[in-house]
């Protein structure tokens, strides 16, 4: 008996630190996905279309890591290769594309809230068809806050109803699926989140390098000054490219696939303050109630 308990202490004192880092994760996940999206009306200018956006998202990436991959290759070879390819579908440079052209069509704003809020739903949907995850109701009630949230913030807020209808939105719903099937395929591989990274980084090299190769180079990078090129190099390829990749492959693993995607739910709330201070823009009564059900969603997702 005194054995068990001296033996459960450890047990409890790791689950301890490995749920705070999981959570720090997921800060730092929400904070850079949050960044994202803001830059998106300072980037506006560069007029880059997404697969020159892929280059600045990639390329940085894949220098840092290229030692990584070297000294992890036969590790990371272990891991399904079905598992692999899903997760380079799904975060990688088709997701990117994707979601880029989904955002050219569709507010900043409404993107920012539709794009990830819809993870935290497909990864539960998804986990339930696939592999029976069964969904409590307080999860289930929480979700469904979630989603009236969503529709809240899309639809009620100010602007021109007719975006509402635009392709755009469909291409987001596409991105956030693909998201929800990376989550959920990293969760199976048995990587670890540095081995997810590298395999999510070189798998998308050789669409990334073909598609370059039929537009005929980089020709808008090419125009950007070198001011406007740092920027996209540290947003992208230092933030985006590797710190949130990292971060959020470390809270599906010391979270779960489920909880770790309702990073999503959190970031519009959390851009849509920081937008306070940084763009001036206050948020709309509809928005505000629309952030609440989604704050109060979360919390009861994550309810153990």
Do not use: C
Not at 42 to 71: N, Q, S, Y
Not at 236 to 256: D, E, N, P
Not at 271 to 285: D, N, Q, V
Not at 293 to 302: A, K, M, P, S
């Amino acid at each position: 008996m005194i054995l068990h308990q001296s033996d459960s202490v450890p047990s409890e004192a790791s689950a301890r630190r490995s749920r705070l880092i999981g959570i720090v994760a997921l800060i730092v996940t929400v904070v850079v996905w949050s960044a994202f999206f803001l830059s998106l009306r300072f980037g506006a200018r560069f007029k880059l279309p997404p697969v020159e956006i892929a280059i600045f998202r990639f390329l940085p990436a894949a220098l840092i890591f290229l030692p990584v991959l070297i000294a992890r290759r036969k590790r990371m070879l272990q891991a399904s290769p079905v598992l692999m390819i899903l997760m380079i579908a799904g975060a990688g440079f088709p997701y990117l594309i994707v979601a880029g052209y989904g955002l050219r069509f569709t507010p900043v704003s409404d993107g920012s809230t539709l794009l990830p809020g819809l993870v935290a739903v497909f990864v539960s949907l998804l986990g339930f068809l696939f592999y029976r995850r069964l969904i409590s109701r307080h999860r289930i009630f929480g979700l469904a806050l979630i989603v009236i949230g969503m529709i809240g913030m899309l639809h009620l807020s100010d602007g021109d109803p007719s975006l509402r209808l635009s392709d755009g939105y469909l291409i987001l719903i596409g991105a956030a699926i693909m998201w929800s099937v990376f989550t959920l395929a990293f969760e199976r591989s048995g990587l670890q989140p540095i081995d997810g990274a590298v395999v999510i980084t070189f798998g998308s090299l050789p669409p990334l390098v073909i598609s370059i190769l039929l537009r005929g180079g980089p020709n808008e990078i090419l125009r950007l000054e070198w001011g406007s090129f740092l920027w996209m190099f540290v947003a992208q390829g230092i933030a985006v490219g590797l710190v949130s990749t990292i971060a959020y492959t470390l809270a599906i693993r010391h979270l779960g696939a489920t909880i770790a995607s309702l990073a999503g739910a959190i970031t519009p709330v959390f851009a849509t303050l920081l937008a306070i201070p940084l763009l001036g823009e206050i948020p709309s009564g509809s928005s505000l109630a629309g952030m609440a059900l989604v704050v109060t969603g979360v919390v009861l997702t994550n309810r153990r």
